[in-house]
């Protein structure tokens, strides 16, 4: 089963993402830890590095061409990042993840060590700067939801019952695959 995650920065994609790769014992490819460590070894922030990906479209490029290919060669594998489920052509489940900006500025500010306040324009700043990227690069507009099969708010379920709902989705499409066959 080929399965993409995707949301806005803070969404809980990563960690529904690894909840799930352990659970039903899938490879797990994450596109916005590619992203953080090409930023590390460029030592730039995400900001930082998010500005330099705007005039170099190859860092998205190379990121979206790698999560493409290894998830549609994949059988069993998790993909996730934001924009996974538009990448993946041959994904049995596309899940998309929301919550508030203000939920998700205090989960970075947390995660990253950094006051609220901080974390919220960085988040703001870095959605403006991937929403361009994506716009020029493929055309994509990231708020149109319509390619996901599911959208559930990560503000409203914590990790363990958003894993609960797609292990329901999962075991419908297993069955369903299952009869197809």
Same mark, same amino acid.
């Given at each position: 089963?080929?399965?993409?995650? !995707?949301?806005?920065?803070? @969404?809980?994609?990563?960690?529904?993402?690894?909840?799930?790769?352990?659970?039903?014992?899938?490879?797990?490819?994450?596109?916005?830890?590619v992203f953080r460590q090409l930023a590390k070894e460029h030592g730039?922030?995400?900001?930082?590095?998010?500005k330099f990906a705007e005039n170099d479209p190859s860092v998205d490029r190379m990121i979206d061409a790698r999560q493409k290919e290894i998830g549609e060669a994949a059988e069993n594998i998790i993909? &996730?990042?934001?924009? @996974?489920?538009r990448m993946v052509g041959n994904a049995d489940l596309r899940i998309w993840l929301s919550a508030?900006? @203000?939920?998700?500025?205090?989960r970075i500010a947390g995660r990253d060590g950094?006051?609220?306040e901080g974390a919220r324009a960085y988040t703001e700043n870095r959605q403006r700067? &991937?929403?361009?990227?994506?716009?020029n690069?493929?055309?994509? &507009?990231?708020?149109?939801? !319509?390619?996901?099969d599911i959208v559930l708010s990560s503000e409203t379920f914590g990790v363990d019952a958003l894993g609960t709902i797609v292990d329901a989705a999962i075991a419908c499409l297993a069955r369903q695959q299952a009869a197809d066959l």
């Open positions: 089963m080929r399965i993409t995650i !995707s949301g806005p920065p803070g @969404s809980g994609t990563t960690s529904l993402a690894r909840y799930l790769a352990g659970k039903h014992g899938l490879d797990l490819i994450s596109a916005g830890e730039m922030d995400l900001a930082d590095f998010g993909i &996730e990042g934001r924009l @996974s489920g508030s900006l @203000s939920c998700r500025a205090r950094m006051d609220e700067s &991937e929403a361009t990227r994506y716009r690069y493929y055309g994509i &507009e990231i708020d149109d939801l !319509s390619p996901y």
